[in-house]
């Protein structure tokens, strides 16, 4: 293989004059790396591994995945909805991901002084939802720097990311017969080209040991032939199921196309794990399998809130196993029920309330289904029959012998909803503060701005207008500290805009304006600063943080040099206003970083005496509602926080209500926690970084011996 400044030089390879342009473009010292999507993103994270491949960069893996294949015999409702409710909670799991590649690839491409080529989809391959996110974000967080950064782009399908883009169009596709080579997706491991023909003529070396099939090797049509050829070579999953797809479908397996489906899920890929499970479901040669997957296909629909796609999705054969009948007959019918064909939902879901209220012990699936069938009698305007389900749903779920918090959080939002709907406002209130409660102590940023959203609307409703404006300052404050708002989920932006359609940056726009709206009235004689713009954060303040509030909030504020990423006009006012507050409440206090701590997943302080517990360990200082307030540690105690269901002290585990999956305990941590289990402790019992490990991880909270968290 040729480096790729000797290839052009000794004209090794004969590129597209464009094409050579486009690379030729960033210099004489060819410090690039290279992307390539040309043939489509088969891989989860396509672009970012290869990017990181090159760049020596570990990408960070989530440890919340959950690779465990579903039981292909018989979907339960409760795995698949419980899913979907905290994967929700926490926002789209694919953008988020795409931030953090991004952030991760930026930083390296800065120190290392390199540009990017990212060659887009050619011969009819699309662009995937989560590569273009990362396209954008990539370029957002190299703003002033990325001008380098190059993408090949088809006419009529440039994804909206804010790069230079060339064309592609004029990249002619190889002549000769297409060998395996020429249908790899994306560059390769250098130790995989001579396996498929590659020599010095015919790849290009990129740094990281990794190789580029150069664009004018690739074909518009190849024979199904080759693809099985590379099939047989390839270890990659991946790579394999691509290979199936494009494949002769003699040689398809499709339960391991149904793994690959549910592996792909597990990395946030959706729209490659819906692919991948509409191939298995079309080659497959049983009705049980073609069964599993179009339930497959189905459960990952309804995690990620693809309804339309719920609904065209097949029935399952008649000969199918039965619960797999039944799975995939009401999925399709909630599908319906979310595209607003309330009657043909109806049809399937009413019969199956009868038969499951008949039973003695349900169980948290059957219970998830009449949630559902509820909604549908909620939506056709049917409230005192969705009540009275919503209730007996609530007696059934106190009689289980193990809570379900996530069921619970969808029975109490169910209730609040219907009641708040009905004009009982009180007991609706009690039901949203019992939904929010299965995650106190857990809870992210997006989850705040839902939460205080709906307080707003509580207060407003009942004439409050002091818990009104304090609830919707917290909730804008949340909200301006995401580090992602693009990925808050429907029933953040429906709180705060009773709309749940908008989505991406139309949600950033659409909450931002509606929140604006809410702020400007409360804000009328908040004084300008000259002081400039307030940047909001979410991460941990520095060490020479102060605290600054008012009645109903505070936050910690501190020279960090914070650059924002969002430009949306409406975000930015926001901005403005709340900023405008924040320094006003700071007493002329120079900063430029409000950092938004929420005590562990719990809310900002509300109050002085939440101030003084919050901040006694991180903040030099304390400015409350125009008083300069004294910090101590003297008097906190460390408690077990409000996210933990159980511990085991025999495996060492910790269990949560929500949102988490369980943690593992050290010795010393164990005899901690066992101790503070049986009474809150005094802070100084615990060497400091234990119980910050602990706090971290959600396990425990500081509380001041004198108040009671909220």
Not at 258 to 272: G, R, S
Not at 519 to 538: H, N, Q
Request: charged letters at 25%; glycine letters at 8%.
């Amino acid at each position: 293989m040729q480096s790729w400044s000797a290839a052009r030089e000794m004209n090794a390879i004969q590129l597209d004059a464009g094409t050579a342009a486009v690379f030729g473009a960033l210099g004489p010292r060819s410090r690039f790396a290279v992307a390539d999507v040309s043939l489509g993103s088969w891989r989860p994270r396509h672009i970012a591994h290869e990017l990181a491949a090159q760049l020596s960069v570990e990408l960070n893996a989530d440890e919340r995945v959950d690779t465990t294949l579903p039981d292909l015999r018989a979907f339960d409702y409760g795995a698949v909805i419980g899913r979907g409710v905290d994967t929700e909670a926490r926002g789209d799991p694919m953008i988020m991901r795409a931030f953090d590649d991004a952030r991760a690839i930026a930083h390296a491409l800065d120190e290392q002084g390199m540009a990017v080529v990212a060659l887009g989809p050619r011969f009819g391959a699309r662009w995937r939802a989560g590569e273009v996110w990362f396209l954008r974000f990539l370029r957002q967080l190299r703003e002033g720097v990325a001008d380098e950064d190059v993408l090949l782009a088809m006419a009529g399908d440039i994804p909206r990311t804010g790069w230079h883009v060339q064309s592609w169009d004029q990249v002619p596709s190889y002549g000769g017969a297409a060998d395996a080579l020429a249908v790899v997706p994306g560059i390769l491991d250098a130790k995989l080209a001579p396996r498929l023909g590659g020599d010095n003529g015919t790849l290009v070396e990129l740094r990281g040991g990794v190789a580029l099939v150069p664009p004018e090797r690739r074909c518009a049509r190849p024979a199904r032939a080759v693809f099985d050829r590379l099939g047989a070579l390839a270890s990659d999953r991946f790579v394999s199921a691509y290979c199936s797809i494009h494949g002769t479908a003699y040689f398809a397996d499709p339960a391991r196309l149904i793994a690959d489906a549910w592996a792909a899920y597990a990395e946030h890929a959706f729209d490659l794990a819906l692919e991948i499970s509409a191939y298995a479901a079309a080659c497959a040669t049983s009705s049980a399998l073609r069964a599993a997957a179009r339930a497959s296909a189905l459960g990952m629909a309804i995690a990620t809130r693809q309804y339309q796609s719920c609904a065209e999705i097949s029935e399952a054969p008649p000969d199918a196993p039965r619960p797999l009948q039944e799975f995939i007959r009401e999925g399709r019918a909630w599908g319906r029920l979310m595209c607003g064909d309330v009657a043909a939902a109806r049809i399937v879901l009413d019969p199956i309330v009868e038969i499951i209220l008949a039973q003695d012990d349900c169980r948290a699936s059957d219970l998830y289904r009449l949630n559902i069938a509820a909604l549908a009698q909620f939506r056709d305007g049917d409230r005192a029959g969705a009540l009275v389900l919503e209730r007996a749903i609530e007696e059934r779920i106190a009689a289980m012998p193990t809570a379900d918090a996530r069921l619970a959080y969808i029975n109490h939002l169910n209730l609040a909803r219907v009641l708040r709907a009905n004009g009982d406002r009180v007991e609706s209130e009690r039901h949203y503060h019992a939904a929010f409660a299965t995650s106190d102590g857990l809870r992210g940023t997006a989850e705040h701005v839902q939460r205080n959203a709906i307080l707003g609307g509580i207060a407003e409703d009942r004439g409050d207008a002091d818990a009104a404006r304090s609830a919707w300052f917290r909730a804008a404050l949340h909200w301006l500290a995401h580090q992602v708002p693009e990925a808050v989920g429907p029933r953040v932006v429906s709180a705060v805009t009773r709309d749940p359609s908008a989505s991406g940056d139309d949600a950033v726009a659409r909450t931002s304006k509606a929140l604006l709206a809410k702020l400007v009235a409360f804000d009328a004689g908040t004084p300008r600063s000259s002081d400039g713009p307030v940047a909001f954060s979410a991460e941990k303040p520095p060490r020479e943080a102060h605290g600054v509030g008012a009645p109903g909030w505070a936050v910690l504020v501190a020279q960090a040099g914070a650059r924002p990423r969002i430009h949306d006009e409406a975000f930015v006012a926001l901005g403005e206003v709340v900023g405008r507050c924040v320094r006003h409440a700071a007493g002329g206090r120079r900063f430029d970083t409000a950092f938004v701590y929420d005590r562990h997943g719990r809310e900002i302080p509300v109050d002085a005496g939440q101030a003084r517990e919050a901040y006694a360990r991180c903040a030099r200082s304390l400015r409350f509602d125009d008083r300069e307030l004294s910090l101590s540690t003297a008097s906190l105690l460390v408690k077990l926080g409000p996210g933990v269901a159980s511990v085991d002290e025999r495996l060492g585990l910790v269990h949560y209500n929500r949102l988490r999956p369980p943690f593992s305990l050290e010795p010393e941590e164990l005899d901690a926690v066992t101790r503070i289990r049986r009474a809150p402790q005094p802070l100084a019992a615990f060497p400091g970084p234990m119980v910050r490990r602990l706090e971290d991880e959600r396990i425990v909270v500081l509380q001041a011996a004198e108040s009671a968290c909220i």
